[in-house]
């Protein structure tokens, strides 16, 4: 049984991941913004916290006190849509701090709680990648998410000396909130397969495995 701790988790693939986690047996601590509607009725929520926000990130850090962490999985993201030369750089800008900057948050305030062997996966997103783009647009949210990568990449350098690996996990198209009302939504992956692949995708990290960036069905991605 692992410890597992997934930010994020009020709906869609956060909360998916925790009811994985939670369903084969592990102990699961889902980490919302809200109260976390969509997640099983005995799985342990720690609600309100704004990974954008210093102080409740440092309320969740008291919460976790002395919580061994085996598994921790940062989710919680969002995707604007903007068009050429119609920025809202204000927006973009909140898109950054709550796409890379909120996993350097968390991550950083459950350092200690990580333990020797632990497994850390940040969900961002193959519109990150630089040697997949091959259609621009979005900028906002392309940017933000490669700076996630980036982030992951750092950590791995970071936490490495203690045995602990790190991945970078793109969970495919996936009918959840933010994309409804794209074409054919009924069509997308749905959050609990999409979670059933990042589970095993974390499965899969041992002492040898390098910062990867993954998608959700097992494939390398190009950084």
């Known amino acids: 049984m692992n410890n597992v701790v997934i930010i994020g988790a009020d709906r869609g693939i956060g909360a998916a991941m925790a009811n994985v986690y939670h369903r084969r047996g592990d102990a699961v601590i889902a980490v919302c913004l809200e109260g976390g509607t969509e997640l099983e009725d005995d799985v342990r929520v720690v609600p309100n916290i704004d990974v954008t926000d210093d102080n409740a990130v440092q309320q969740l850090a008291t ?51 990580l333990q020797p062997g632990g497994r850390v996966g940040i969900v961002t997103s193959r519109m990150g990648s630089i040697g997949d783009n091959g259609s621009g647009r979005m900028y906002g949210y392309r940017m933000s998410k490669a700076a996630a990568n980036m982030l992951g990449v750092n950590l791995h ?56 960036f993954r998608h959700a069905d097992g494939t390398l991605l190009p950084w």
């Open 63 to 113: 919460a976790l006190t002395d919580h061994p962490i085996d598994v921790l999985v940062h989710v919680a993201g969002r995707g604007s849509f903007d068009r050429w030369a119609q920025f809202d750089y204000a927006q973009m800008l909140a898109d950054y701090d709550l796409n890379a900057l909120g996993p350097l948050r968390t991550i950083c305030a459950l350092e200690a709680n």
């Open 157 to 212: 350098h970071q936490l490495e000396p203690r045995g602990i690996r790190v991945v970078l996990l793109h969970p495919g198209t996936v009918a959840t909130a933010m994309t409804r009302g794209a074409p054919n939504w009924d069509e997308f992956t749905k959050p609990t397969e999409a979670a059933e692949g990042l589970v095993s995708q974390m499965d899969r990290l041992g002492p040898d495995t390098p910062p990867e």
